[in-house]
């Protein structure tokens, strides 16, 4: 084989030896500016703000939680009735709103099955205008009896007399009722979901940045926390501290953070290997500001979005122990209480159910959407698109 030789290229003196003079800079004359940006400079709050505005659903969900929270501050001051004050005299009345009933809706109506159609005429048993019709007549040993449509608050003798959403079984407003118990049930839920989401973020931070023995020990202990069933650990913390709100938020407390925990530590174990990560530990950054200023705002989306989850989840849990019997005390009400009272009764007085039912299934839905809105906004990610 021919053996392989080095070109040697030759390049002219002149070339390598180019005078000074013969330079010159370009652009020396010329005046340059920096970039005008497209768009308005704007911090990571302020950008979220924009994308939370231009989701319609999260932002009629937000409106719709802050006009359940006016009606749970304000609603029960805007009858003349208490929450815990009895009209024995007004037992079950049916929904009568001014200027509605004029509408057809929530005017006081109520069907009385199996009354004698010969004491239809009897003003003692039907005062005058009471009766607004009858069907079904059929005879039972002789006697005809009917369905008879009544305008129930002329029949009690309470024409001027005005209960929104009716009264229960001991003739107590259950509008008032019901804002208050929205009232303490919303107390309830903000503060065990706070709380648990204040333990599982540090319990999940550090579980998820330090890794290793520690994360071991740590997620064993949570396994071992949850495989209590929930309803034994709430029924132990109310036998034990009482029937209370605070007995109540800590029931609640005991278990909910360990999901919270959990999603913290995975988020974690995402993000602890990024190079911002790493460029930050390399510049002596300590770990606390790289747990809570580096790692942390990364997880903020889902951290929100189970905090919005978890509070109808928590007003659930509280309705689920007041329907097994340790809800509040009496006559302290909640959503839970009102639910259990009213299905007991919820084929013959279904108001009793429908609105408590209605108000925590719109509480459901707008915590959903405005939590998801939340983690579009706030996700680093999406920063700077609109």
Known sequence: MADLKKKVIDIPEDILNIPAEK???AQIHNTIYDAVPETESRGFFKDALVRLKKNKASIAAFWILCAIIVLAIIGPSLTPYTFSQQFPEYVNMPPRVPYLEDMGIFNGKQVLTNRRLDSLEDTSKFPEGSVLGYSNPHEVRGVTLVDV???YYKYVGA?????WFGTDGMGRDVWTRLWRGARVSLVIALAAVLS???IGIVYGSVAGYYGGKLDMIMMRICEII?????VVVCTLCILLFGSGIPAMILAL?????????RMVRAQFLRFRGREYVMAAQTMGVPDYALIFRHILPNSIGPIITRTMIAIPNAIFTESFLAFIGLGLAPPEPSIGTLLSSGQKVLMQYPHLTLFPALTISVLMIAFNLFGNGLRDALDPTQRGHE
Do not use: C
């Open 23 to 25: 330079f010159e800079f």
């Open 149 to 151: 449509e009544v305008n």
């Open 159 to 163: 024409d001027d007399t005005y209960f």
């Open 196 to 198: 648990d989401v204040a």
């Open 226 to 230: 949850n495989a209590f069933p929930n």
């Open 253 to 261: 407390m005991i278990r909910g953070w360990v999901p919270t925990a």
